[in-house]
């Protein structure tokens, strides 16, 4: 199974950015493979209409919407500017969706995460996520909130809050029963 992480956010000290590559080490196994994204290698020119006509649609959104193609299963930590998407994330998104004939997701599954200094743990974009993104063609598996990431994870031991833990490894179980039951069926 191919996985693809990364981080919503161009920030390169992002708790999002270490979250998603400690999440992401659950889904190790054998025949695996996880590729870590970084946006900043996506930057792009904010996507306005105008600039779609003077100058087409990237290359770089065509790599991008490329490695989501590639992958069998998408895991995303969304960092929260304001309550919403990073500038970063939203830009990519945008300038992928215009390429023609496609959905933005292409029906990839999706764990969502989000996490944040405070109690909200990043809550407020992780719902607008999972109520957006389905629309772009993603199928979302799950999602997951953690909150005070200072307080509750630490670099090398993950989560170290027993009760947030055990959440996000039932939802992990969960996603990995689901993404095995996909590839049989698909063969």
Known sequence: ???LAFAGTSNKNSINKIFVTSTSKYYKEADDSIELLDLN??????YSYDKEVELGIPQLAHDFAAKMDAADFLLI???????SYTSAYKNIIDWVSRI?????????????LATAPGPMGGSTVLNAAVN?????GAEILDSFSLPEFHKNFEEGKGIINPALRSQLEA????TKRV???????QG
């Open 1 to 3: 199974m191919k996985i």
């Open 179 to 185: 993404l095995a039951e996909k590839l049989v069926v």
């Open 171 to 174: 939802k992990v179980r969960k």
């Open 41 to 46: 290698h996506f930057e792009m020119p904010i």
């Open 132 to 136: 957006r993104i389905t629309w772009d």
């Open 77 to 83: 930590s969304l960092a929260e500017h304001n309550g």
């Open 100 to 112: 023609p004939n496609r959905k933005t997701f292409n029906g990839k599954p999706v764990f969502l």
